[in-house]
C-alpha cells in the first residue's frame, strides 16, 4: 500500500483515501498471499489506473 500510495499516478483525492483506508483494514485480517493480491486490486487500478498492475 505504501508504494502505491507513493507512486500511483492517481492516488489522491477522495476516492483514493477511502479505498486506501479500506484495503488497509481487509488486509490487516488477510491469511494468504492470494487473498492478498485480491484485496489490492482494486486499489491498485484506482490508484494507477490501466498503467498499474501486480506480476504474479
Known sequence: ?????????YARGKEWQAI???TADQLKTSTSYEESLALLQPALAIAGGKHSFILK
Open 1 to 9: 500500500m505504501e508504494q502505491i500510495d507513493r507512486l500511483g499516478l
Open 20 to 22: 486506501k483506508a479500506e
